[in-house]
């Protein structure tokens, strides 16, 4: 998702071959072969192979045979992050964001002389990646050229740009150098366990990234503000917080306001780390000891969505208890965020994959809501329903997997018989796994509702099967190419088809 904010069609595609090329076999390749994999016409795949092979000349400095399997040569010490790297250095949008990012005031104008575009050319580019930070509560004043929006609120989306863009690349501040960072955050692990920071056995680049980013805007003058809810939530921090590198010594020019500001930022940068293990790491402990035992509305966010996923009925697959934990402390997370910055901030969830059509349409995200809406503005957490619908989705991510199961009474029963093998395949399956109303089967399953192919030939059909075809089942043909507009009409499809279900279920 975070690409599609800045490829055009041409990068979309060369990233989508590439992938499919790296994680498929390379042994007696060929274009006819390849389109199959891909899902797209020989024409179109022969033209984006091209695109990929000249692509790889300039990231090797080689020149590459015409043959189709001078591709695992070429692309041996090219991985997938780098390929996707170097195309985002190719986009002018990306390039941009970079530059106001590091430079916080470019000269737009003599950007575009650089980059021999207009500037309405460059409005048009960055508008995606624009109107993103804008649902982030961070506004690109386009007469200006100046990032409008709270202090933390601009670090955020500073931190999930680099983190997200340079994953596995290079070091993206030339004024910030990443020894000086990495020296500060060994300093910081030296003081050992403090407050919420658990000192780092391998410093991990994710969190240099955040350092960087929080020295850098200090070094432009940026600095904290003192922010009532941040130095309301130190309540429940111990007394003697320590200062970590942020003293006088360090920041002579900064006040000791400030200073305090600025540490607790990075302590409550460590609380926006949601955690994927299954079982409670020292991290959730933390915060669920400085959050879970004093009464607040993160808590009470977090314990009622707890409670109304819990209890709302036999349909849902209780998870372990360790599991529930973990969930619980990832809530106190969100909760934190959103209510530390009044709203939405830009988190690395945000460029997670997902179809929004199953948040809104799964009994999942409508118990999120109906939770969210029934809070009354008497209680201390009601303030959370002002931060929908983003908060309603990103609680639907993390609870997601906790609750893979909470679906609808009744279920279409949907068997796929599709060639396997292809790249076309598992992008279907994908989509289809992430629909609430529908069951996959496999050919155990005698009688399924539907059945989704792409094989046009009902007697070879049959015949993959191994059960005879019932006239109440309906096939639905899926054809090579797999576009978004194909897969919304699917999904309209599988909808009307569950309705119907449903009607026929109530009138038995």
């Given amino acids: 998702m975070f690409e599609s904010y800045f490829f055009d069609k041409r990068a979309l595609t060369s990233n989508r071959l590439f992938k499919a090329l790296k994680n498929g076999g390379q042994d007696d390749l060929s274009i006819n072969k390849l389109s199959k994999r891909v899902g797209m016409s020989y024409q179109q795949t022969y033209n984006a192979f091209q695109d990929v092979m000249q692509d790889l000349e300039h990231i090797s400095n080689q020149k590459a045979n015409p043959d189709e399997n001078d591709f695992a040569r070429m692309a041996k010490t090219v ?5 996707r790297f170097y195309l985002l250095q190719q986009s002018v949008s990306f390039r941009f964001f970079d530059t106001l990012f590091i430079t916080s005031q470019p000269d737009a104008k003599q950007f575009c002389t650089d980059y021999d575009i207009s500037l309405s050319t460059l409005r048009r580019r960055i508008e995606p990646f624009r ?7 961070v506004n690109l004043n386009t007469s200006s050229w100046e990032l409008e929006g709270t202090e933390i609120d601009i670090r955020s989306a500073m931190v999930a740009f680099y983190q997200v863009s340079y994953r596995g690349n290079g070091w993206p501040f030339a004024d910030m150098p990443r020894e000086y960072v990495h020296h500060q955050l060994e300093t910081i692990n030296a003081f050992g366990e403090q407050f919420v920071f658990i000192p780092q056995a391998v410093v991990q680049k994710p969190d240099l990234i955040q350092l960087a980013v929080q020295l850098l805007r200090i070094n432009q003058g940026a600095v904290l503000s003192p922010q009532i809810r941040m130095q309301g939530l130190m309540r429940y921090a111990p007394e003697d917080v320590h200062p970590l590198i942020f003293t006088r010594t360090n920041f002579p020019q900064q006040t000791s306001t400030t200073l305090s500001a ?7 940068c460590q609380l926006e780390k949601f955690s994927v293990a299954d079982q409670l790491n020292h991290s959730d402990e933390l915060i669920r000891k400085f959050l879970n035992q004093h009464d607040n509305p993160i808590k009470r966010f977090a314990d009622g969505l707890m409670a109304t996923l819990y209890q709302s009925g036999n349909h849902l697959r209780h998870a372990e208890v360790q599991e529930a934990r973990v969930l619980h402390a990832n809530f106190l997370r969100l909760g934190f965020i959103f209510f530390l910055h009044n709203g939405p901030s830009s988190l690395l969830l ?43 989705v990103e609680t639907y991510y993390l609870a997601s997997a906790n609750f893979a199961e909470i679906s609808y009474p009744v279920t279409l029963k949907v068997y796929v018989a599709i060639e396997s ?19 996959i089967v496999d050919d155990r399953e005698p009688k399924p509702d539907v059945i989704i192919t792409s094989f046009g030939d009902v007697q070879r059909l049959n015949q993959l099967i191994h059960f005879p075809l019932s006239t109440n089942t309906t096939v639905l043909y899926w054809s090579a190419e797999g576009t978004d507009q194909q897969f919304f009409e699917l999904y309209s499809q599988l909808k009307s088809l569950h309705v119907h279900q449903e009607r026929q279920e109530q009138q038995a």
């Fill in 79 to 83: 991985s997938i992050d780098r390929y």
């Fill in 131 to 137: 109107q993103y930070l804008s649902s982030v509560q």
């Fill in 262 to 268: 600025e540490r607790n930022y990075f302590y409550f």
């Fill in 350 to 392: 945000d460029f997670v994959t997902q179809s929004p059509l199953k948040v809104a349409d799964s009994s999942l995200g409508q118990l999120i809501d109906g939770y969210l809406a029934s809070l009354t503005e008497a209680e201390p957490e009601a303030i959370f329903q002002s931060y929908a619908p983003k908060l309603n």
């Fill in 421 to 439: 093998a292809t790249f076309l395949a598992r992008d279907l399956m994908l989509f289809l796994r992430d629909i609430t109303f529908i069951t």
